[in-house]
């Protein structure tokens, strides 16, 4: 977001306002009047609106105001200290009373400033870091480190399905087209393949470069067939339809798309912060994250774009169709591999 406010009125209470990095978001803020304030390089307008719509007409946002019945308009400007994502807040405060603001009215909103400022600071500073925190780190993740499970070893074991997500022939892709192009190419198809995930309640934990691993927590292991491993085998066949329909418009257009191979495994994590004594990355570890990757590899052998794990398979409640069995790299014994069944 570019901004975050909370218009309050008396009628009808508070309600909060998003300005997303948008054209539409941009051109309402240009009819503002905190734009009109920072243009002029100022902290502190009044505009007296009962004098007419000349008092506003340079400040559309206050001509709506004025139609409203309003008569008198203030902003206040609070810059906060450097250093932070957040620059400052402005205050604004709107009266219908004919007469206006009085002096001592205005007194008194400027002497509440200092500290509603530095309660505003306060908030939004928590807010931005719970925000920031999600978009790297998943919203489940975040509130844990938000929660101060911070220290390294920290961790509980947990039982979830394993979603991983590998495209094919990327590093072949890098070398032939411009990096740049290539690192937006692959934001969008992380649009198609990552939406359908969170939307079924899955958590992306990591990138991998061009893949990412995802949990489905599962707060049941013993309930069979379990909802949450058939949840997680829709993400994947909605992603793979996604990612199928962004291919056939690239392609259209003249660029190279990128095929998505999809692994559905189930295990035992430890889901905990791993890594050095002053950078930590908050993941699962365990033999099933490990062998979700193993059998990742077989895609192109078994020539199918989604694969399930044997411990998968028989917990998810879906009829599947048997791909063969499979001796898988670094593990002694041999597994069965499963695919969802193919279209008539």
């Given at each position: 977001?570019?901004?975050?406010s909370?218009?309050?009125?008396?009628?009808?209470?508070?309600?909060?306002?998003?300005?997303?990095?948008?054209?539409?978001?941009?051109?309402?803020?240009?009819?503002s009047?905190?734009?009109?304030?920072?243009?002029?390089?100022?902290?502190?307008?009044?505009?007296?609106?009962?004098?007419?719509?000349?008092?506003?007409?340079?400040?559309?946002?206050?001509?709506?105001?004025?139609?409203?019945?309003?008569?008198?308009?203030?902003l206040h400007?609070?810059?906060?200290?450097?250093?932070?994502?957040?620059?400052?807040?402005?205050?604004?405060?709107?009266?219908?009373?004919?007469?206006?603001?009085?002096?001592?009215?205005?007194?008194?909103?400027?002497?509440?400033?200092?500290?509603?400022?530095?309660?505003?600071?306060?908030?939004?500073l928590?807010?931005?870091?719970?925000?920031?925190?999600?978009?790297?780190?998943?919203?489940?993740?975040?509130?844990r480190?938000?929660?101060?499970?911070?220290r390294?070893?920290?961790?509980?074991t947990?039982?979830?399905?394993?979603?991983l997500?590998d495209?094919?022939?990327?590093?072949?892709?890098?070398?032939?087209?411009?990096?740049?192009?290539?690192?937006?190419?692959?934001?969008?198809?992380?649009?198609?393949?990552?939406?359908?995930?969170?939307?079924?309640?899955?958590?992306?934990?990591?990138?991998?470069?061009?893949?990412f691993?995802?949990?489905?927590?599962?707060?049941d292991?013993?309930?069979?067939?379990?909802?949450?491993?058939?949840?997680?085998?829709?993400?994947?066949?909605?992603?793979?339809?996604?990612?199928?329909?962004?291919n056939?418009?690239?392609?259209?257009?003249?660029?190279?798309?990128?095929?998505?191979?999809?692994?559905?495994?189930?295990?035992?994590?430890?889901?905990?912060?791993?890594?050095?004594?002053?950078?930590?990355?908050?993941?699962?570890?365990?033999?099933?994250?490990?062998?979700?990757?193993?059998?990742?590899?077989?895609?192109?052998?078994?020539?199918?774009?989604?694969?399930?794990?044997?411990?998968?398979?028989?917990?998810?409640?879906?009829?599947?169709?048997?791909?063969?069995?499979f001796?898988?790299?670094?593990?002694?014994?041999k597994?069965?591999i499963?695919?969802?069944?193919?279209?008539?």
């Amino acid at each position: 977001m570019r901004g975050f406010s909370v218009d309050w009125r008396s009628d009808r209470g508070a309600s909060p306002v998003p300005a997303a990095f948008g054209v539409e978001d941009i051109g309402a803020f240009e009819r503002s009047p905190l734009h009109a304030l920072l243009a002029e390089g100022r902290t502190f307008a009044r505009w007296r609106l009962r004098d007419g719509p000349d008092a506003a007409k340079a400040v559309p946002e206050l001509l709506d105001l004025r139609a409203e019945g309003a008569t008198d308009y203030v902003l206040h400007l609070i810059w906060f200290a450097p250093g932070t994502a957040l620059k400052g807040v402005a205050v604004s405060f709107t009266t219908d009373i004919p007469s206006g603001f009085s002096d001592d009215d205005l007194a008194i909103l400027a002497e509440v400033l200092p500290a509603l400022g530095l309660a505003i600071s306060k908030l939004g500073l928590s807010r931005t870091l719970h925000e920031t925190l999600a978009i790297y780190l998943g919203s489940a993740t975040s509130t844990r480190v938000l929660n101060g499970h911070i220290r390294r070893g920290e961790g509980e074991t947990v039982a979830a399905a394993i979603l991983l997500a590998d495209f094919r022939a990327f590093t072949a892709l890098t070398d032939r087209d411009d990096p740049v192009s290539v690192v937006g190419w692959l934001d969008e198809h992380f649009d198609a393949i990552g939406e359908p995930v969170m939307r079924c309640g899955g958590e992306i934990l990591k990138f991998t470069g061009d893949g990412f691993l995802a949990i489905f927590p599962v707060s049941d292991p013993r309930n069979q067939p379990c909802p949450t491993c058939g949840i997680a085998l829709d993400a994947a066949e909605q992603a793979l339809a996604l990612n199928r329909a962004l291919n056939d418009r690239r392609r259209s257009a003249g660029l190279p798309g990128l095929e998505v191979d999809l692994v559905l495994h189930f295990g035992q994590l430890v889901y905990g912060n791993v890594g050095t004594g002053r950078r930590l990355d908050f993941t699962v570890i365990g033999r099933a994250v490990n062998e979700a990757s193993r059998i990742e590899e077989l895609c192109d052998e078994a020539d199918r774009s989604i694969l399930v794990s044997d411990t998968f398979a028989e917990r998810c409640g879906r009829r599947l169709e048997p791909v063969g069995t499979f001796a898988l790299r670094g593990l002694e014994r041999k597994q069965q591999i499963w695919a969802p069944l193919r279209s008539p």
